[in-house]
């Protein structure tokens, strides 16, 4: 027989009584649950703990990758918020992973240099094999757009490595 004290007046009692013999003190089912089950306890607590774990790691997700960006051109776009800027560009992929669900950091600067614009854009449904080259739009309403012509800086800022 298993015995645990009894929470109130410390006595000893059975793990199997609900009140206690001495002081008709209401036992804790929980604990005659767990002590009962305690196999079972411990494997679903890891399951957990694993799912957890998986969910939350980086192993889906990561920051940066080895992929070349290529800008082949640009356009002014009109939008239902103003004008616009198109930016067409070759994204190849250098990983031996393959990648999807493309975020992009772009930097817009004018032909003298100055930075005009900063945005981030995103390409779901784009997924590319390793060494795989597929051409992509980025584009933005803009604040300024005075300007025709702009040169870029883009960077992958993440993408997803698990389908």
């Known amino acids: 027989m298993l015995i645990k004290k009894c929470p109130k007046c410390i ?18 089912n929980f604990d005659r649950f ?3 089950n305690l196999l079972s306890t411990i494997l679903i607590t890891l399951f957990i703990i694993f799912l957890y774990v998986e969910m939350m790691s980086d192993n889906n997700t990561y920051d940066k990758y080895d992929v070349e960006i290529v ?5 002014i776009i009109e939008t239902k918020h103003g004008k616009g800027l198109a930016i ?15 975020y992009f950091d772009v ?9 005009k614009e900063v945005f981030s854009d995103s390409v779901y449904g784009l997924s ?21 012509e702009y040169n870029f800086k883009i960077q992958l800022s993440r993408a997803g490595t698990k389908l």
């Open 11 to 28: 006595e000893e009692i059975s793990i199997d009584a609900s009140i206690c013999p001495n002081c008709q003190s209401p036992q804790n």
């Open 34 to 36: 767990v002590k009962s």
């Open 71 to 75: 800008v082949l051109s640009h356009s």
């Open 88 to 102: 067409f560009a070759n994204v190849r992929n250098t990983s031996d992973m393959k990648l999807y669900d493309f």
């Open 107 to 115: 930097e817009v600067f004018s032909k003298s240099g100055v930075l």
């Open 128 to 148: 590319l094999l390793p060494d795989e080259t597929k051409k992509i739009e980025l584009s933005r309403t803009m604040v300024s757009s005075e300007e025709r």
